[in-house]
């Protein structure tokens, strides 16, 4: 027996319990008839609390008093509480097997009245609550005088149930607006640790003559004041087990499973009940077989029914019938589905139209403005071409520093064939060849001089072709899955594969017989050893990745990080640091007499090659300088910025200003090289274009 429940003394016979005086009801307050005797009168409280006649002071004290026996008949009558409760007719369980059992009657009945019993939250009020001790007046609500039912603390400090906080306006105590604020979770632990009396042994006052000389004080006059039922069930249990133990109480009125006009019965009762009840049905009763009988014929029944060896197959097709139905109903959820979409579509599309219709309105309204303003551009276009003239003019007389109008630069073509973006080009003087390297992981070989055509396609590298360079017959070709390809140029064929980098090999430049390869914070010097290359040394001491390299003379110009490394050819040891500004560097180029480096921050430096010393920042840019290309004539050095705002810039290094801008591709330009007066561009539109004056 759990500790959440104890029996009350025998009182299954009408009299009183040995040690205990039998006490007759008169009022309330009316006191025991011999306080001496030893036993006491639990006092009522509330409208839904009774007063119930204790047994002697040890059983009191400790609430272990012994279960009583139910009497030689085993059968209980239902009390008049029993018919007011309108418990609905249990039908006839389902049997699939060829006998009834007991035990799964037994349960399936439990389980059916389960729910025949399961109280809502607002029928809760109505069921018997007879408290074994008197509780605390401090467990008492203020507003229904009852123990707290969801206690709930309010705005006011105050302590209620939660349907009491919500129906009235205002604190009995202070008059303060009442306000739902967290529930009370000790006060309803503590209610829940007090004992009350079984709800199937109690009974309301005055309903069973019967009990009248049983060991019982009642609440006389109260309507709903309930008393115990000295032939009901005898546990008290604690107020949070009361669920638990009234499911499977045995004094649980149920019906018979069979036929629902058999005489009520008990839990306890049902099982012998179930062995002699004679409305046994069959178990294909729903097929049509009418037999009815008990135990016995319904054993000698089953031998004979002529459903049941079709059992099998009727069970089949209700299976399958059942799957039809849930197939039906998932049907009709997707109907109802598809309706709701269909209906939100056509407001959709009411909606679209609406728009469509301002949206003309509005395209209406612009088409008048657009043509004032084109108007309005035309004249401004014409003011600029006399402002150029103006310049052009002052610029011929020497006022701006020498500038020849004829050294203007313009698109000659387009070589198209790529499917990615152009990274890198490299231009082979000897045989006026163009090599481009793109996303597509090809170079493609262009003849600049006589059918402006592609040769060849030279397909290896398994990622993005990223770096070209030239030395002798050779071209070696960096990418960005960490590996240098060497290529024989009069053959256009792979001669060799090596393992560069862990990282994507970014830049690539030659000079003095040796090979530089920039990768993350490391360039690899490489001696060129006919199709072979022999690692010579890395060099170190590099912040960020190497986006360019630039060999003149003999000396080696590394970009990474705000920082331009300066190493000598020959010992391969650095001999300058030169400090920028504006992010990574993406791109270096070397004059006679200047050092100019492209950042990202859209910026482009300028240092005297002699001095080190930084003399001029470019601006004009609105994005990265990817890349920058250099020709030197005897009279003036030009030098070429290509970046990510689609544009070409034509700087002049005589006096540091940007002569030309060149607006042709279609996305950004990453790559510049230069031959023979002509400059190639690559951009990610995956077009070179060829830029002569």
Same mark, same amino acid.
């Given at each position: 027996?759990?500790?959440?429940?104890?029996?009350?003394?025998?009182?299954?016979?009408?009299?009183?319990?040995?040690?205990?005086?039998?006490?007759?009801?008169?009022?309330?307050?009316?006191?025991?008839?011999?306080?001496?005797?030893?036993?006491?009168?639990?006092?009522?409280?509330?409208?839904?609390?009774?007063?119930?006649?204790?047994?002697?002071?040890?059983?009191?004290?400790?609430?272990?008093?012994?279960?009583?026996?139910?009497?030689?008949?085993?059968? =209980?009558?239902?009390?008049?509480?029993?018919?007011?409760?309108?418990?609905?007719?249990?039908?006839?369980?389902?049997?699939?097997?060829?006998?009834?059992?007991?035990?799964?009657?037994?349960?399936?009945?439990?389980?059916?009245?389960?729910?025949?019993?399961?109280?809502?939250?607002?029928?809760?009020?109505?069921?018997?609550?007879?408290?074994?001790?008197?509780?605390?007046?401090?467990?008492?609500?203020?507003?229904?005088?009852?123990?707290?039912?969801?206690?709930?603390?309010?705005?006011?400090?105050?302590?209620?149930?939660?349907?009491?906080?919500?129906?009235?306006?205002?604190?009995?105590?202070?008059?303060?607006?009442?306000?739902?604020?967290?529930?009370?979770?000790?006060?309803?632990?503590?209610?829940?640790?007090?004992?009350?009396?079984?709800?199937?042994?109690?009974?309301?006052?005055?309903?069973?003559?019967?009990?009248?000389?049983?060991?019982?004080?009642?609440?006389?006059?109260?309507?709903?004041?309930?008393?115990?039922?000295?032939?009901?069930?005898?546990?008290?249990?604690? =107020?949070?087990?009361?669920?638990?133990?009234?499911?499977?109480?045995?004094?649980?009125?149920?019906?018979?499973?069979?036929?629902?006009?058999?005489?009520?019965?008990?839990?306890?009762?049902?099982?012998?009940?179930?062995?002699?009840?004679?409305?046994?049905?069959?178990?294909?009763?729903?097929?049509?077989?009418?037999?009815?009988?008990?135990?016995?014929?319904?054993?000698?029944?089953?031998?004979?029914?002529?459903?049941?060896?079709?059992?099998?197959? =009727?069970?089949?097709?209700?299976?399958?019938?059942?799957?039809?139905?849930?197939?039906?109903?998932?049907?009709?959820?997707?109907?109802?589905?598809?309706?709701?979409?269909?209906?939100?579509?056509?407001?959709?599309?009411?909606?679209?139209?609406?728009?469509?219709?301002?949206?003309?309105?509005?395209?209406?309204?612009?088409?008048?403005?657009?043509?004032?303003?084109?108007?309005?551009?035309?004249?401004?276009?014409?003011?600029?071409?006399?402002?150029?003239?103006?310049?052009?003019?002052?610029?011929?007389?020497?006022?701006?520093?020498?500038?020849?109008?004829?050294?203007?630069?313009?698109?000659?073509?387009?070589?198209?064939?790529?499917?990615?973006?152009?990274?890198?080009?490299?231009?082979?003087?000897?045989?006026?060849?163009?090599?481009?390297?793109?996303?597509?992981?090809?170079?493609?070989?262009?003849?600049?001089?006589?059918?402006?055509?592609?040769?060849?396609?030279?397909?290896?590298?398994?990622?993005?072709?990223?770096?070209?360079?030239?030395?002798?017959?050779?071209?070696?070709?960096?990418?960005?899955?960490?590996?240098?390809?060497?290529?024989?140029?009069?053959?256009?064929?792979?001669?060799?594969?090596?393992?560069?980098?862990?990282?994507?090999?970014?830049?690539?430049?030659?000079?003095?017989?040796?090979?530089?390869?920039?990768?993350?914070?490391?360039?690899?010097?490489?001696?060129?050893?006919?199709?072979?290359?022999?690692?010579?040394?890395?060099?170190?001491?590099?912040?960020?990745?190497?986006?360019?390299?630039?060999?003149?003379?003999?000396?080696?110009?590394?970009?990474?990080?705000?920082?331009?490394?300066?190493?000598?050819?020959?010992?391969?040891?650095?001999?300058?640091?030169?400090?920028?500004?504006?992010?990574?560097?993406?791109?270096?180029?070397?004059?006679?007499?200047?050092?100019?480096?492209?950042?990202?921050?859209? =910026?482009?430096?300028?240092?005297?090659?002699?001095?080190?010393?930084?003399?001029?920042?470019?601006?004009?840019?609105?994005?990265?300088?990817?890349?920058?290309?250099?020709?030197?004539?005897?009279?003036?050095?030009?030098?070429?910025?290509?970046?990510?705002?689609?544009?070409?810039?034509?700087?002049?290094?005589?006096?540091?200003?940007?002569?030309?801008?060149?607006?042709?591709?279609?996305?950004?330009?990453?790559?510049?090289?230069?031959?023979?007066?002509?400059?190639?561009?690559?951009?990610?539109?995956?077009?070179?274009?060829?830029?002569?004056?």
């Amino acid at each position: 027996m759990s500790s959440g429940k104890t029996p009350r003394s025998n009182r299954y016979s009408g009299e009183a319990a040995p040690g205990t005086t039998a006490t007759t009801p008169s009022s309330p307050s009316t006191p025991p008839a011999d306080s001496s005797s030893g036993s006491k009168m639990e006092a009522s409280f509330g409208p839904t609390f009774s007063a119930v006649a204790a047994g002697t002071k040890e059983a009191s004290s400790s609430y272990k008093q012994h279960r009583r026996t139910p009497s030689s008949s085993s059968t =209980l009558t239902y009390s008049p509480r029993d018919d007011d409760d309108g418990m609905p007719p249990i039908g006839t369980p389902r049997r699939s097997d060829s006998a009834i059992s007991v035990r799964s009657l037994h349960s399936e009945s439990n389980m059916s009245l389960r729910s025949t019993f399961s109280l809502h939250e607002e029928e809760e009020d109505t069921e018997p609550q007879v408290f074994a001790e008197q509780p605390s007046v401090k467990l008492c609500c203020q507003l229904c005088c009852n123990v707290f039912k969801d206690p709930v603390i309010t705005t006011c400090g105050h302590t209620f149930c939660r349907r009491c906080a919500l129906t009235s306006d205002k604190c009995p105590v202070d008059a303060a607006k009442l306000t739902v604020v967290v529930n009370n979770i000790a006060v309803a632990e503590q209610i829940g640790e007090l004992f009350i009396h079984c709800k199937y042994g109690c009974r309301a006052t005055g309903s069973a003559a019967a009990g009248a000389a049983a060991s019982t004080s009642t609440v006389a006059g109260k309507p709903g004041a309930y008393e115990v039922d000295p032939l009901g069930c005898p546990f008290t249990i604690k =107020l949070s087990a009361r669920k638990e133990h009234e499911v499977s109480c045995d004094y649980r009125p149920v019906r018979c499973p069979n036929n629902p006009s058999c005489p009520p019965l008990l839990t306890m009762n049902l099982e012998a009940h179930l062995k002699e009840c004679e409305h046994i049905k069959c178990p294909h009763s729903k097929y049509g077989c009418t037999f009815i009988g008990n135990q016995d014929t319904y054993e000698t029944h089953l031998e004979v029914c002529k459903f049941e060896g079709l059992k099998e197959f =009727l069970q089949q097709t209700d299976d399958r019938f059942h799957e039809m139905q849930l197939t039906l109903a998932q049907k009709d959820q997707d109907i109802a589905f598809l309706r709701s979409m269909l209906g939100k579509l056509s407001e959709k599309l009411d909606q679209l139209e609406k728009n469509l219709e301002l949206k003309f309105d509005v395209l209406d309204e612009n088409q008048s403005k657009l043509s004032e303003d084109l108007m309005e551009f035309r004249r401004d276009a014409s003011m600029l071409n006399d402002e150029l003239s103006h310049i052009n003019a002052r610029l011929n007389m020497g006022i701006l520093g020498s500038y020849d109008p004829q050294q203007i630069f313009k698109c000659k073509g387009t070589f198209v064939g790529h499917q990615g973006p152009v990274w890198c080009l490299c231009v082979y003087s000897t045989g006026d060849l163009l090599f481009s390297g793109s996303s597509d992981k090809t170079i493609k070989v262009w003849d600049t001089c006589t059918t402006y055509k592609c040769q060849k396609t030279l397909e290896g590298h398994d990622g993005i072709v990223l770096a070209l360079c030239i030395q002798g017959n050779k071209l070696y070709s960096g990418s960005a899955d960490c590996t240098i390809i060497v290529w024989d140029i009069q053959t256009l064929q792979k001669v060799n594969t090596i393992r560069a980098h862990d990282n994507p090999v970014c830049t690539l430049v030659s000079s003095h017989n040796m090979l530089f390869s920039g990768s993350l914070k490391a360039i690899k010097v490489w001696d060129i050893v006919g199709t072979e290359l022999k690692l010579k040394k890395e060099l170190t001491g590099l912040n960020h990745w190497v986006r360019a390299l630039v060999a003149s003379q003999n000396h080696l110009y590394s970009g990474s990080y705000q920082t331009i490394k300066i190493w000598d050819i020959r010992s391969l040891e650095c001999v300058h640091v030169l400090q920028t500004s504006g992010g990574s560097v993406y791109s270096i180029a070397v004059t006679n007499h200047h050092i100019v480096c492209g950042t990202y921050e859209n =910026l482009i430096h300028v240092w005297d090659i002699e001095s080190k010393e930084q003399v001029r920042t470019l601006t004009g840019h609105v994005g990265t300088v990817y890349a920058l290309a250099v020709i030197s004539t005897p009279d003036q050095t030009k030098v070429f910025s290509a970046s990510y705002d689609r544009s070409l810039r034509v700087w002049s290094m005589d006096n540091m200003i940007c002569t030309q801008t060149l607006l042709r591709h279609q996305g950004s330009v990453t790559a510049l090289a230069v031959s023979r007066g002509r400059l190639f561009s690559g951009a990610v539109d995956s077009t070179v274009k060829v830029w002569t004056c």
